[in-house]
């Protein structure tokens, strides 16, 4: 990597210095951390600040070109960690390259979204120059069916061009509002994008472009130099229930303004609501299973409000796409009669949202030709749990939420839950129950053991078993995961779970951690 950085003396633009910087510190972004007996191994310290180290003891152009753009587009430890490294190298006398003034003196301009006709993404152009010198536009992309995670990047000189060309686009569409440029405030472009960076790093082995990498480190740094937004400034918020939250709901724009207002605005009884008025309407009335069709629409309001921002109106091709073949198999328990219902109940629900919208014919037919040719693929990838010889019966009493992927954990917590036990039908007990957990888990301990346990044992099996069941933290599951690979045994892996939580006290910040540290 020292070596690569002579290409940096040859530079004269600041801009193409910190591109060819972002892209070296790219290198191992989106590895995976690695785990080792003494705990996670943080590759930006172990390769970051180890190369910030090594050049720091290289009395080289090169090595003070390096630093100097990591000063400026690493983490606050490695940037903090170069710049000292730098002016010591420059005390000795070592020339740095001219284009190191510029780098530190970048300045924000405006900011522009632009949002497509469907609200599947946003795209934020950032303008930047350096002190009114070299202007350049960086343009991110954050995807709202990707969890609203930031997804793409890249930076362009052509300001002027980019801007005439989104501009064009904007009046070449003939729906006012839609798929239009328009200007947001520096502060809450910032909010916006870090707040996308913050799901694309908390994501594992997120869906980025092939070029994000490369692009990392710049993309950090530029959001940095956006002014912060005004702590003092109130949030709009969307009103709850009444016809101003349903123009609210329709109004173009980010999906990240107002989403935790809407989130909050979606009751239960308000999505009930809606599902009842879907069921009532014309484009609903093809629907020959009515309680399968209920159950669907109501995953897909839950859909809607959970995961798309409080937006269970919203359809496009992506989104049906994301939902019927990603969503749905990954996380949803369904009857063979729903699995039979649900494409169907979702074209019927494209139909009835677009009228309610006021999509043109033409946008609602890119979603139905979305649903129904994912319909072969969707019972492909559809996987019944009977379909791994598991009793449907024992799996809806783990799942009477319908949430598929609890089901390994939660028979993991609770693998006992058929026979008698001291004259107990266990098929008969609710594991949702707390009660019925202390028997569940009583049978399962004698089982394993031949003795009775005491109730103080039995006391921290319920905790545990009650975060599992919840998935809170959603660490301790993983932890478990890697302890049973390493082959031990399912009660000793629970017990070292318990006692871990007991040692903790209810502290999940700091199980977290500790989580963390088990191989």
């Not at 009046?171 to 405030?185: E, I, K, Q, Y």
């Not at 799901?199 to 993309?219: E, M, N, R």
């Not at 309610?356 to 649903?371: F, N, Y």
């Not at 890697?482 to 009660?491: A, I």
Request: proline share 6%; hydrophobic share 40%; with cysteine.
């Amino acid at each position: 990597m020292l070596r690569a950085s002579r290409e940096l003396l040859a530079v004269r633009s600041p801009l193409d210095a910190e591109l060819m910087v972002s892209e070296l510190l790219g290198t191992w972004w989106g590895e995976r951390q690695q785990r080792s007996p003494s705990g996670t191994v943080d590759l930006d310290e172990l390769i970051g600040e180890g190369l910030v180290e090594y050049a720091r003891h290289h009395e080289s152009p090169a090595a003070l070109a390096l630093l100097s753009g990591i000063a400026c587009l690493g983490t606050a430890r490695q940037a903090a960690r170069a710049e000292d490294a730098a002016l010591a190298l420059i005390e000795r006398g070592i020339p740095r390259p001219a284009w190191a003034e510029h780098v530190g003196a970048v300045a924000a301009g405006d900011c522009y979204l632009n949002s497509d006709a469907f609200g599947d993404r946003d795209e934020a152009v950032c303008l930047f120059s350096y002190g009114g010198l070299e202007p350049h536009a960086l343009v991110l992309v954050v995807d709202y069916n990707a969890r609203g995670m930031l997804a793409d990047g890249w930076v362009t000189s052509q300001v002027d061009t980019l801007l005439g060309r989104c501009r064009e686009g904007s009046a070449a569409d003939g729906n006012p509002g839609r798929g239009t440029l328009r200007p947001v405030a520096p502060a809450a472009a910032r909010q916006l994008l870090e707040t996308a960076l913050g799901v694309t790093h908390a994501t594992q082995d997120p869906p980025v472009s092939k070029s994000f990498a490369s692009y990392h480190a710049f993309i950090r740094s530029r959001i940095r130099a956006l002014p912060p937004p005004d702590s003092a400034a109130r949030p709009a918020e969307l009103p709850v229930g009444g016809p101003a939250a349903r123009l609210a709901e329709y109004e173009p724009g980010s999906a990240w303004a107002g989403a935790a207002a809407r989130r909050q605005a979606w009751s239960g009884d308000r999505r009930a609501m809606l599902v009842a008025e879907f069921l009532a309407s014309d484009e609903a009335e093809d629907l020959s299973d009515r309680k399968a069709a209920s159950r669907c629409a109501d995953h897909i309001v839950s859909y809607g409000c959970d995961q798309d921002f409080g937006r269970p109106l919203r359809m496009s091709p992506a989104k049906a796409e994301t939902f019927l073949l990603d969503w749905l198999p990954r996380k949803i328990m369904l009857s063979p009669a729903e699995q039979h219902a649900m494409p169907h109940v979702l074209a019927a629900w494209a139909r009835w949202a677009g009228r309610r919208r006021g999509l043109d014919a033409d946008a609602v037919h890119q979603t139905l030709d979305a649903v129904f040719g994912a319909m072969g693929s969707f019972t492909k990838v559809y996987r019944d749990p009977s379909a791994f010889g598991l009793d449907n019966k024992l799996v809806a009493r783990l799942l009477p939420d319908a949430d598929l992927e609890a089901l390994p954990r939660r028979a993991f917590a609770f693998p006992v839950l058929r026979g008698r036990y001291r004259g107990i039908d266990m098929s008969t007990l609710d594991p949702a129950q707390p009660e019925a957990r202390r028997t569940l888990l009583a049978a399962d301990h004698d089982d394993a053991h031949g003795r009775p346990a005491t109730d103080q044992h039995i006391r921290r099996h319920l905790v545990l078993s009650d975060r599992l069941w919840r998935g809170d933290p959603p660490e301790l599951w993983e932890a478990a995961q890697r302890l049973l690979d390493r082959g031990e045994n399912r009660h000793a892996v629970q017990h070292t779970l318990m006692y871990l939580i007991r040692d903790v006290a209810d502290d999940t910040a700091r199980l977290t951690e500790e989580l963390g540290k088990l191989p």
